[in-house]
């Protein structure tokens, strides 16, 4: 059973990310290729194996109580799940969210998503935030030992501020996020993505409701630290000459 103190025996690595209203002004720095690679300590990070390219599986599960993790720069306290959860969000609702957000990061590459249900055996813990702020946050913590350069995450946490109002689907209103693409874009994160840029992507710091799926970019990146799907024949031969 995992520690819900975070990786005592892990060297720890932070990350911090939050996904920025559009009107915001920010200054731009493009990834090359559309995507940029997570780096913590100097070293690309990702699941499974220390080889890019190879795919990986990987299980998640929701905060059912409160957490803490030590020495976590971002979700270092983590509630239950079911606190972002209320008349405009179901729970249900957000179960299904959730479950088509790590879809669609399924879809594009080798990886496997199973929900369990303790999120003490979890590689990926999902939770509302302890201490409310921001709209969301990924931590990565990641194992000793490198292969050229790379190293292997021991843990994902996603939170998001349950003070906040969500909503399912686009609208036009980019103060109300949608948990969706919100979601898509944290674990985005926690699998070893960064922020290529502030838009374009679904992995850029800006939120923006112009596209609801991954982006050239997005699916480079992930094709870059996973392969691609074994499974989706169509999505594979997507810039494939980029892998």
């Known amino acids: 059973m995992r520690t819900i103190t975070n990786a005592r025996l892990a060297i720890g690595a932070l990350f911090i990310t939050a996904l920025l209203p559009l009107a915001l002004p920010v200054p731009a ?21 220390q ?61 496997s998503f199973h929900r369990v249900d303790d999120a003490r055996d979890a590689d990926i813990v999902l939770g509302t935030q302890g201490k409310p702020t921001g709209q969301a946050f990924a931590n990565v913590t990641y194992l000793p030992g490198a292969n050229e350069g790379v190293r292997s995450i021991e843990q994902g946490l996603v939170c998001l501020n349950p003070e906040h109002q969500w909503k399912v689907g686009f609208d036009g209103d980019t103060d109300v996020y949608d948990i969706r693409y919100t979601l898509i874009h944290e674990i985005g994160h926690a699998v070893g993505l960064d922020h290529p840029g502030p838009q374009g992507q679904i992995m850029g710091f800006r939120y923006a409701e112009d596209f609801a799926e991954l982006q050239p970019g997005d699916l480079r990146g992930i094709r870059k630290l996973y392969g691609p799907s074994v499974n989706n024949s169509e999505l594979a031969n997507i810039d494939s000459d980029s892998q």
């Not at 249900?92 to 990886?111: G, M, P, S, Y």
């Open 29 to 49: 720095h493009g990834g090359e290729g559309g995507y940029r690679l997570l780096k913590l300590n100097g070293y690309k990070v990702k699941w499974g194996e």
């Open 51 to 111: 080889t890019l390219g190879v795919g990986a599986s990987i299980s998640y599960a929701f905060a059912d109580r409160y957490m803490q993790f030590e020495g976590a720069r971002n979700c270092s306290e983590l509630a239950p799940m079911k606190g972002l959860s209320g008349e405009h969000l179901p729970y249900e609702t957000l179960k299904h969210e959730t479950a088509a957000a790590f879809a669609i990061w399924e879809r594009a590459a080798d990886l």
